[in-house]
Every structure is written in structure tokens, then in C-alpha cells.
């Protein structure tokens, strides 16, 4: 079974803090994926990653940043938050870049930003 | 840009009624993908359709995708509670690896 693990639940920090959303996933997957979820505006791709040390920009880069040093970890950094990346976050990994694969979601971490 | 529109935002059905969600592409797709969150959980995969036409049975649940691989639908016959959450299509955008979501729908079910 794949697994994708996030490493808070919950999050509260201060506007203007340095935010890091980790996400590991343990099946060899080389695509990773950060979203964010927001009521009425379901998934929206803020970047991905299809091989260690590569990054691409989606929908909603701004104000975000990422980091991926190693295959199964895929970092999601907030340079300076601010109340509107108030959000859940969602990380995903899938197989491979061809076909676009199956995506496998983490638990999600709620952030509050005050 | 390409786009990935779902209708109807939200359903409220009476426990045994039907229930279906409609997703349309703006352009062809190779395959579409449905995902199903539940409340305070995450999108979970349900199934792929690959074929013009294509329809694929889970239980209660029945996919189709379009013969023009633009659309596609899930039905669910006789809802339950348990079929309670958002229901998501996606398709990949080009050949970058990534999928474009739509916006789900939400479902109820009053028992």
C-alpha cells in the first residue's frame, strides 16, 4: 500500500513566519505534488515535482517556494505567511510522468495563519 | 488553458435516490481519473477510464467516458450514507505528469 505521510495535522503560525509542510512518501514514486483546498475552489496544483532537485510551478505558485533533495521527500515553504495561505494542504505522489498516474494524497495539514 | 469543469456543485439526495455527477474537459483526454474525499478526510482514488466509451461498474457506483473522451459521468444507484463526500474528476494536463481537478462535487445523503 502506498503511503504518503505529512508531518502535521494541524498547523497554527504568525503572519510573516517561515512555514515548512513536509511530505514523505514511501513507494518510489517519482512524482510529487503540493495542493492547497479551499472551500468552493477544490484542488489547486501550487507546484510538483517529477525528479530530485526538479520543481514546476502551477496554478497558484506565489508566496510559496519548494524543496525536493530526496526521491521520497517533497518540502512545501512558506517564505513569509500571511492570513489569505490560511488553507488545507494537500501533498500527493504518483508513479511516473507519462500518462499522468493515479495520485496517492497524504493526510492533509490544516494551516491557520493568524 | 485547458480546463476540467464538474456540475453540479452540490447534491442533496434522499437515502436511495440516485445520484450523478457530470465532468466535462475543454480538450480530449487520454484518460480521466474519479476521486472520492470524505468529510475531514483526503482524495482517495476510485477508478481510471482509459477507452472511447468506456464503462466501468463499482458496486453501486457506474463510470462513463465519453465516446469523444471529453466527458464523463459517475452514478451512484440507491445512495447510502456512507456515500457521503466529494466526488472529483481529473484528466492530465498535456504530457507534464500532473492532473487537472475539478471542483468536485458535494454530496449529502439524508437518511
Known amino acids: 500500500d502506498v503511503k504518503v505521510t505529512q508531518s502535521s495535522r494541524y498547523l497554527v503560525k504568525r503572519t510573516g513566519e517561515k512555514v515548512f509542510l513536509e511530505c514523505v512518501q514511501d513507494?518510489?514514486?517519482?512524482?510529487m505534488f503540493w495542493y492547497r483546498q479551499d472551500p468552493g475552489l477544490g484542488l489547486r496544483l501550487i507546484y510538483f515535482?517529477?525528479?530530485?532537485?526538479?520543481?514546476e510551478k502551477g496554478d497558484i505558485p506565489e508566496g510559496y517556494s519548494v524543496s525536493r533533495e530526496k526521491k521520497e521527500r517533497f518540502s512545501l515553504i512558506l517564505e513569509s505567511a500571511s492570513t489569505n495561505q490560511t488553507s488545507m494542504y494537500l501533498c500527493a505522489s504518483s508513479l511516473d510522468r507519462l500518462g499522468a498516474d493515479t495520485q496517492y494524497f497524504g493526510p492533509g495539514t490544516r494551516l491557520t495563519v493568524l | 488553458g485547458q480546463q476540467v469543469m464538474q456540475i453540479p456543485q452540490y447534491q442533496h439526495v434522499q437515502e436511495g435516490e440516485d445520484f450523478t455527477t457530470y465532468c466535462n474537459s475543454s480538450t480530449t483526454l487520454s484518460n480521466i481519473q474519479w476521486y472520492k474525499q470524505r468529510p475531514g478526510g483526503h482524495p482517495v482514488f476510485l477508478i481510471q477510464l482509459v477507452k472511447s466509451g468506456e464503462v466501468k461498474k463499482q458496486k453501486r457506483l457506474t463510470f462513463q467516458f465519453g465516446e469523444a473522451k471529453k466527458n464523463s459521468s459517475l452514478h451512484i444507484t440507491a445512495t447510502q450514507t456512507t456515500d457521503v463526500g466529494t466526488y472529483f474528476c481529473a484528466g492530465p494536463e498535456g504530457s507534464q505528469g500532473n492532473l487537472i481537478f475539478g471542483k468536485g462535487t458535494k454530496l449529502s445523503v439524508k437518511p
Open positions: 513507494m518510489d514514486h517519482e512524482n
Open positions: 515535482s517529477y525528479d530530485v532537485k526538479m520543481k
